[in-house]
């Protein structure tokens, strides 16, 4: 069972940056096909983006696309977002979630595709 762990939220300017982690443990990430989502206060947890596990797809929520990036460093077994130019409605709580499908190399765009989730990490971007 792999532990999922973000970190690198936190209160930004519109438009600034901040690149948020998310680290394993217990398993190994090469074989995961991962995603970042988003749930603001009163709304439904959202896709943002996902990176299948060869690396070779990836796909953005159109609402991110254009400003953010998702990868994946595997010798340290970690996925990245980096985000830029970032809006007031990118406020929310951020999640990153694993999913072990080494038949499927694809980006998953429903939450309950995905097995592993971690405890989320809060992005503020005030207006």
């Known amino acids: 069972q792999v532990q999922l762990v973000e970190s690198g939220g936190g209160l930004v300017q519109v438009g600034g940056s901040l690149r948020l982690s998310c680290a394993a443990s217990?398993?190994?990430?090469?074989?995961?096909?991962m995603g970042w989502f988003r749930q603001a206060p009163g709304k439904e947890r959202e896709f943002v983006t996902g990176?299948?596990?060869?690396?070779?797809?990836?796909y953005y929520a159109d609402s991110v696309k254009g400003r953010f990036t998702i990868s994946r460093d595997n010798a340290k077994n970690t996925v990245y977002l980096q985000m830029n130019s970032l809006k007031p409605e990118d406020t929310a709580v951020y999640y990153c979630?694993?999913?072990?499908?080494?038949?499927?190399?694809?980006?998953?765009?429903?939450?309950?595709?995905?097995?592993?989730w971690g405890q989320g990490t809060q992005v503020t971007v005030p207006s």
């Open positions: 217990g398993r190994t990430l090469s074989r995961y096909n």
């Open positions: 979630a694993g999913n072990e499908d080494p038949y499927s190399d694809s980006v998953d765009l429903q939450p309950g595709m995905y097995d592993y």
């Open positions: 990176l299948s596990w060869s690396g070779r797809r990836t």
